[in-house]
């Protein structure tokens, strides 16, 4: 099994432990791990802004690097939604434009492999107990495109259940959005603010220690959010969780 990270921008410019602990993980499960170095932006960015045509050479540029692999891990929602929600999309459109099928043959080459890290160990290893060790009270956030795009439903929880020493808390309207929404938090401030400070508001009433989610864009916010409220709650990516054991504690 050849495996790919695709670490994404967020990662891996501002939360690298992430990726490291998605290899971490991957290799104490027998899996090897490679970082392609052609790869790039997914083109989130661009097209929610819409800037589709800008984001077409970065399409064919994820294909490119990705090539030959089995799986491409990717341990973001929203990124991995990118891909398998709007690479179809932005082939599809090119061509009713007389473009041809390049980009459409690019998304059909890395769509079906190309999975958010808890679909990957569900999914494709079969594994719920990757033998994690984190002894705290944690809650989880269902990000947006996690819940809404890749319908990861009880994946992430049933993950976080088998984690040794870990008591998973509740979280009270845990499928609202945090108000992040990207580029929507630049645009919308109040309104994202406002979204964030509901759930910062959650998380602290459900007494846990930490909050995870699968996209660290979602737990900047809030964490930027509950730093200046001045709690002590800790974001932590789920991959960051599932990566600590006794030998080696996060």
Not at 62 to 78: K, L, M, T, W
Not at 92 to 106: F, I, N, P, Q, T
Request: glycine letters at 10%.
């Amino acid at each position: 099994m050849r495996v790919a990270l695709f670490v994404t921008c967020i990662n891996d410019a501002l939360y690298p432990r992430t990726g490291q602990a998605v290899v971490t993980l991957l290799e104490r499960l027998g899996v090897e791990v490679d970082f392609p170095d052609a790869q790039s932006c997914c083109g989130q960015p661009q097209f929610n802004t819409g800037y589709r045509h800008a984001t077409e050479p970065l399409v064919e540029r994820y294909a490119d690097a990705f090539e030959g692999y089995d799986h491409i891990v990717v341990p973001s929602g929203s990124c991995a939604a990118m891909v398998r929600d709007n690479y179809p999309r932005i082939g599809a459109k090119a061509a009713a434009e007389g473009r041809g099928r390049v980009l459409s043959a690019a998304a059909e080459r890395v769509v079906p492999r190309t999975y958010e890290l808890t679909e990957f160990l569900v999914d494709v290893l079969g594994a719920t107990d990757v033998g994690a060790y984190y002894p705290h009270t944690v809650t989880y956030h269902p990000t947006c495109h996690g819940l809404r795009m890749l319908t990861l439903g009880e994946r992430p929880r049933q993950l976080l259940e088998q984690v040794e020493g870990l008591q998973l808390r509740e979280l009270e309207g845990a499928e609202e959005c945090c108000g992040f929404g990207g580029t929507f938090a630049v645009k919308n401030a109040a309104v994202s603010s406002a979204m964030g400070a509901d759930k910062a508001r959650h998380i602290e009433a459900s007494g846990a220690g930490s909050v995870c989610a699968v996209d660290n864009s979602c737990l900047m916010h809030i964490g930027g959010v509950l730093s200046r409220s001045g709690s002590q709650v800790r974001p932590l990516h789920l991959a960051e969780i599932l990566a600590s054991t006794r030998n080696a504690p996060l």
